[in-house]
């Protein structure tokens, strides 16, 4: 939540070769996509 870094270096840092498809199931396992998960925390 209070990273400053972009959402393509934590999803290579977390083992996705897509950062889209990251997004994807980060939404699917939320509920909400990176960028809203960061607003709200």
């Known amino acids: 939540m ?3 870094k972009t959402l393509k ?3 290579y840092e977390v083992g996705f070769n897509n950062p889209d ?3 994807t199931a ?3 396992i939320t509920g909400v996509s ?3 998960f960061r607003k709200e925390g």
């Open 2 to 4: 209070n990273s400053t």
């Open 9 to 11: 270096e934590i999803a």
């Open 21 to 23: 498809y990251f997004s």
């Open 26 to 28: 980060f939404r699917r």
């Open 34 to 36: 990176p960028m809203e």
